[in-house]
């Protein structure tokens, strides 16, 4: 079994003064303006657009008793963290561990964007991680170290569309999921290792990854597969083996209005920030 990890910006102020050393010219009398019976133009001030649109905003994926992550977020609806806990099932209930941290989104840019990414597992334990961004706000890289460049690298089409994500270790990509579309729409998408070879199988239907298989052995495949809600987002997935269905994880949302010219930035953290560095699998990096 190959396993792909992916373990995420003058104020000048001129004061001039002067004063007239010239003498003064003498003064003119007064003449009363007339009176004129044409109305000056008048001039109106556009108010600020206020339409908003909805966005769905993920609250959690999975439930408490099970692996899940639950995702905070400030006034704005800006991203400000994501509390992951992960268990590890036993024999015995007094066995089971629990591995838990959070990752901060941290140093927003002028669009609410954060800029870095603080993962915390203790006071002591922590590490950080660098966001940067296209000009159209969409993320560019999660940059772990710079030299050499640790992380992964986003690439997007003239339309915004995702075409390809790579994580890098050592400048060098271990993997890349590729994204092809037609007619607007996703038609297919495959994750191939440094070397082009395949690493899972990916099912694309009506535009969306429904399903990525990877192979255990020679004759055995263990499977993701995923439901979507009427507005597009991933509301199920289920983890399979040759067995029949393992575990079934949903993703819980809460809907708000956000002003128009916010909706990108909002949905790209959820589309982008809200899987940073995380684990396999794909669909949930979606393409836009």
Known sequence: ?????????????????????????????????????????????????????????????????????????????????????????????????TTEYTDYFENPDEHGMPTSVRRCWSETDQSNTLLTYTDDGKLNTVEKTSIPFNGYTFRYDEEGRLIDQSYLVNNRAEWSLIYDYADGKLKAARCVDADNNPLYKITVKGGRITKEAYAVDDTKWHAYTYQYDDHGNISKKSYSTESGTVSTTRYTYKTVKVPADRAAYIREQQTRLTMIDQPLPFAQYRTK
């Open 1 to 97: 079994m190959k396993r792909v990890f992916s373990c995420l910006l003058l104020i000048c102020l001129l004061l001039t003064t002067g004063c007239d050393i010239l003498p003064t010219a003498p003064t003119q009398p007064t003449v009363p303006p007339t009176e004129s019976t044409t109305k000056a133009p008048t001039t109106t001030t556009k108010a600020p657009s206020s339409k908003t649109v909805t966005v769905y905003l993920l609250e959690k994926i999975g439930s408490k008793d099970t692996d899940h992550v639950e995702f905070s977020y400030d006034e704005q609806h800006n991203l400000i963290s994501a509390k992951r806990v992960f268990i590890e099932p036993a024999v015995e209930p007094e066995e089971e561990s």
